[in-house]
């Protein structure tokens, strides 16, 4: 079996949203291969157990906020952004507000960030990573109007990004999961499960996605994290590559 606790010596990583599912993973996962990992969330409860980073709270929809928390890092090799929201429901069901959540929270905030970040990347080259989703420009899921449209617009600013950055050796990849078991889908399920009058039922409606019978895991998400981050990944820019358990089939 290959060693990958060395893949990454040597490259300094910055992670959001790490203080639980994907994010905290991919966090992880990269500290283990050996980068050194800067981690920020909104809640810092979470994220201070999250032992293989140095951590700090961090607003990623105030712009003053995430230049503040780059500004000290001294560099960036690896960036995996991992913010997002999910609202809920049909264009009729989405108000105002739920539509201007969404859009700061989900593509807000992979603005801030990305545009703090890839200039420090433009001098030795880095890989991009934003967290997208099968549902978004490449499949329309029922009830779920802002969140497909704001992380459609998330593929979308990565694929630019990796148009414009090419030449500066940077690469910009969306990884784009199906229905991942963690914190926030629990909390979806509980919802909907008040809905249809059974938390079960509303599990399993989620489990019935995806072709391969299963949840995925923030650990199968995070491993592709990796391999894009690493000289494995090498020659892959510009891609939103699905992890979904065969939705996108």
């Known amino acids: 079996m290959t060693d990958l606790s060395n893949r990454l010596q040597g490259r300094i990583a910055v992670v959001t949203a790490a203080g ?13 291969e050996g980068a050194t990992v800067y981690a920020s969330d909104l809640n810092e409860t979470a994220l201070s157990t999250l032992d293989c980073a140095t951590t700090r ?4 929809t105030d712009p003053a906020a995430i230049a503040a928390w780059l500004q000290d890092i001294p560099r960036i090799d690896i960036l995996v952004h991992a913010v997002g929201y ?9 108000g105002f507000d739920d539509w201007q959540r969404s859009v700061d929270i989900t593509l807000g905030s992979a603005f801030h960030v990305l545009k703090e970040a890839v200039p420090k990347m433009k001098g030795h080259g880095g890989s991009v990573i934003t967290i997208g989703s099968v549902v978004s420009s490449i499949k329309g899921f029922p009830r779920r109007a802002a969140y497909g449209a704001t992380k459609g617009g998330v593929i979308a600013l990565t694929k630019s990004i990796a148009a414009d950055y090419v030449s500066y050796g940077i690469r910009a990849n969306s990884v784009c999961p199906g229905t991942v ?33 299963r949840l995925g895991t923030v650990e199968e998400v995070a491993g592709l994290c990796a391999f894009l981050a690493s000289d494995e990944g090498a020659f892959i820019t510009g891609q939103a590559i699905s992890v979904d358990g065969g939705i996108t089939i």
């Open 57 to 60: 709270r961090v607003d990623a």
């Open 86 to 94: 999910v609202h809920q429901g049909s264009i009729e069901e989405c």
């Open 20 to 32: 639980q599912g994907i994010g905290r993973a991919v966090a992880e996962r990269l500290a283990a």
């Open 181 to 213: 078991a963690s914190p926030s889908l629990n909390q979806r399920i509980e919802e909907l499960g008040q809905t249809m009058g059974s938390v079960e039922a509303a599990r399993q409606s989620f489990i019935a996605r995806q072709p391969l019978g």
